[in-house]
T-cell receptor, first 113, second 113 residues
């Protein structure tokens, strides 16, 4: 597997469920990102990690909890979500955080019932 | 913070015609401006980028121009083909937080055969 991968590709969950999204990059990059893509805000930055340290938390509600155990893996833990959280969640990575190309994963389509 | 405006939101052109998408940004210190293409159901992918020390960059049928004084940059696609149909996003990277890409709202381009 090359590039940036995400699992699952589709997820349906109830508002009381707890689930996790996983992202893995095979590019040797040091920075990883979570974006939310919806009709209202097409590409909205949520979190940025550089060398496993969080450098940006873009006013995201606490029901979204990121985790970066190493530079190749990024998780987004979800709990007590709302229907308006339904969106495509995209992971991306870049070589570093100095303004370079970001490589996106295929996304997880999340539906909250 | 940085704000990026993108126009038009939709653009329909005849195959073979040119397409132009324009973006303006608010932070004069921004220094990196990528363009991403997202085909239906696919991930965003970088198609061209430009840095603030350059006024124009070209790659085959696509070109980007940057006007730092006016704080706007544009994507030009010549000899459009049906496979150019997609959503195009511009972005700007603020100099003081270069790990961030602030995206425009996207332009849906339709190339009619």
């Amino acid at each position: 597997e090359t590039g940036v991968t995400q699992t699952p590709r589709h997820l349906v969950m109830g508002m009381t469920n707890k689930k996790s999204l996983k992202c893995e990059q095979h590019l040797g990059h040091n920075a990883m990102y979570w974006y939310k893509q919806s009709a209202k805000k097409p590409l909205e930055l949520m979190f940025v990690y550089s060398l496993e340290e969080r450098v940006e938390n873009n006013s995201v509600p606490s029901r979204f909890s990121p985790e970066c155990p190493n530079s190749s893996h990024l998780f987004l833990h979800l709990h007590t979500l709302q229907p308006e959280d339904s969106a495509l969640y995209l992971c991306a990575s870049s070589q570093d955080t100095s303004g370079r190309e970001q490589f996106f994963g295929p996304g997880t389509r999340l539906t909250v019932l | 913070g940085e704000n990026v405006e993108q126009h038009p939101s939709t653009l329909s052109v005849q195959e073979g015609d040119s397409a132009v998408i324009k973006c303006t940004y608010s932070d004069s210190a921004s220094n990196y401006f990528p363009w991403y293409k997202q085909e239906l159901g696919k991930r965003p992918q970088l198609i061209i980028d430009i840095r603030s020390n350059v006024g124009e960059k070209k790659d085959q049928r696509i070109a980007v121009t940057l006007n730092k004084t006016a704080k706007h940059f544009s994507l030009h696609i010549t000899e459009t083909q049906p496979e150019d149909s997609a959503v195009y996003f511009c972005a700007a990277s603020p100099a003081d937080s270069s790990y961030k890409l602030i995206f425009g709202s996207g332009t849906r381009l339709l190339v009619r055969p």
